[in-house]
């Protein structure tokens, strides 16, 4: 009996450390707009030295997260490139509360190839490019407004024939870097990272020319419902003055 109590105790004591590990060590899964993809391993890793706590990122275009959240993907917080996902989120009954404002995107054209951009809006309609790579505007906030852009200036039925669509900003970017395409329009904060700064040319967009990229952020139904306490601390951070110098550092403006 003496030894089935010790048996017993130390089978108790063994569960009892495993759930405090794993209470201690929790992971948070996060839906990450694709412009987010270089800044975001600076803010997971800041999170981590804080808390103790991993966190999971996904990136791709902001509508594509809202078709796989909408069919049951098991996400616990989403970071959009825009506001009106999130909100249709939360108009489906999918988030815990209205979206707000962690960041505004800007728009920049980039190339790295040898090209003049002082005139770029002459340059995109030369025979000079043949390709102009942006986010699919179906999907993904900053090639919509990459699309907007060029109809502000009138380009775009002069450089519809030239235009090649990447599935989010993270694919575009491959477009660029590598040269299939000779130019094309992507997020500040990717040039701006320390991966890619000092590769190519690039411009910043006239803000007149599109809207303001407005980036929400939401937790989600099922972070609430599954990882409630760490999905709320993990989106509270987001607002922190530590993740404010980081998004400013990485070209991005601050609500």
Not at 39 to 60: C, R
Not at 83 to 97: D, S
Not at 216 to 242: E, M, R
């Amino acid at each position: 009996m003496k030894l089935a109590r010790q048996i017993c105790t130390c089978a108790a004591t063994i569960l009892l450390l495993l759930s405090v590990s794993s209470a201690s060590a929790q992971t948070l899964s996060v839906a990450v707009a694709a412009n987010m993809q270089y800044v975001f391993d600076d803010i997971k890793d800041e999170f981590k030295k804080e808390t103790g706590h991993e966190v999971q990122a996904v990136f791709n275009s902001s509508g594509k997260f809202v078709t796989q959240i909408m069919n049951g993907a098991p996400f616990d917080v989403f970071l959009s490139a825009d506001m009106e996902y999130p909100e249709y989120l939360r108009a489906q009954g999918f988030t815990t509360a209205a979206p707000k404002v962690y960041a505004y995107g800007v728009l920049v054209l980039w190339t790295t190839k040898n090209l003049d951009l002082s005139h770029w809006q002459t340059l995109l309609a030369s025979d000079s490019v043949n390709k102009i790579a942006l986010a699919n505007p179906k999907t993904a906030p900053y090639g919509r407004e990459a699309m907007r852009a060029l109809s502000f200036y009138t380009l775009d039925g002069k450089v519809q024939a030239k235009l090649v669509f990447g599935e989010s900003i993270a694919q575009t970017n491959q477009y660029i870097h590598s040269g299939v395409a000779d130019i094309g329009f992507t997020a500040k904060s990717v040039v701006s990272s320390a991966e890619m700064k000092g590769q190519g040319k690039w411009i910043e967009l006239p803000p007149a020319s599109y809207q303001a990229i407005a980036q929400g952020a939401v937790i989600l139904k099922h972070g609430k419902d599954t990882n409630g306490v760490l999905a709320q601390q993990f989106y509270d951070f987001l607002y922190s003055a530590k993740v404010r110098v980081i998004l400013e550092r990485n070209g991005y403006k601050l609500p």
